[in-house]
T-cell receptor
């Protein structure tokens, strides 16, 4: 039981490049989330998926897209990376509105 | 939307002393208040939570109190140990969304 896994762990992009962050959970949770963490700002919700087939915007969705591929997987895409998207990205999952379990994070630097 | 404020931003305590972190929230519809601990290079991990129909909850050296009227909740760690050194986040949930405080870096001095 790996919990929540994220790939890659580290990534460096140039401004304008695109990439997809992958997240998978093996706890059979219905809900999945993407957050970004910046110094002094806690975690901010980018997008969430309450159940398979649905996605909704969070607090800071601009510049991102998401796909709930199936119940296990929830990906985050940056179409045209900007330096302001340099951050640590966390994926989380939960059973409906229960406790959220977080992955280890992806550290992204955009130059 | 929900706004969660957390204080202090840093806290240094002597081993064996207590640590207290306080949070306030703005959305009266929030009904679930978890606390997360984050160690360096890792994702946040839930350490304790409290629901809106409860005023206090304890788990060994950790306790959380909630005052719904005043919209604030607090984390208390007693008999602190070096392994308690980490960043702690409070959060408040309304619907599916968790709103986090900015975090408190706790350092336990030996």
């Amino acid at each position: 039981n790996a919990g929540v896994t994220q790939t890659p762990k580290f990534q460096v992009l140039k401004t304008g490049q695109s990439m997809t962050l992958q997240c998978a959970q093996d706890m059979n949770h219905n809900s999945m989330y993407w957050y970004r963490q910046d110094p002094g700002m806690g975690l901010r919700l980018i997008y969430y998926s309450a159940s398979e087939g649905t996605t909704d915007k969070g607090e800071v969705p601009n510049g991102y897209n998401v796909s709930r591929l199936n119940k296990r997987e929830f990906s985050l895409r940056l179409e045209s990376a900007a330096p302001s998207q340099t951050s640590v990205y966390f994926c989380a999952s939960s059973e409906a509105v229960g406790e959220q379990y977080f992955g280890p994070g992806t550290r992204l630097t955009v130059t | 939307g929900e706004n969660v404020e957390q204080h202090p931003s840093t806290l240094s305590v002597q081993e064996g002393d207590s640590a207290v972190i306080k949070c306030t929230y703005s959305d009266s519809a929030s009904n679930y208040f978890p606390w997360y601990k984050q160690e360096l290079g890792k994702g946040p991990q839930l350490i304790i939570d409290i629901r809106s129909n409860v005023g206090e909850k304890k788990d060994q050296r950790i306790a959380v109190t909630l005052n719904k009227t005043a919209k604030h909740f607090s984390l208390h760690i007693t008999e602190t140990q070096p392994e308690d050194s980490a960043v702690y986040f409070c959060a408040a949930r309304s619907g599916y969304k968790l709103s986090f405080g900015a975090g408190t870096t706790v350092t336990v001095r030996a």
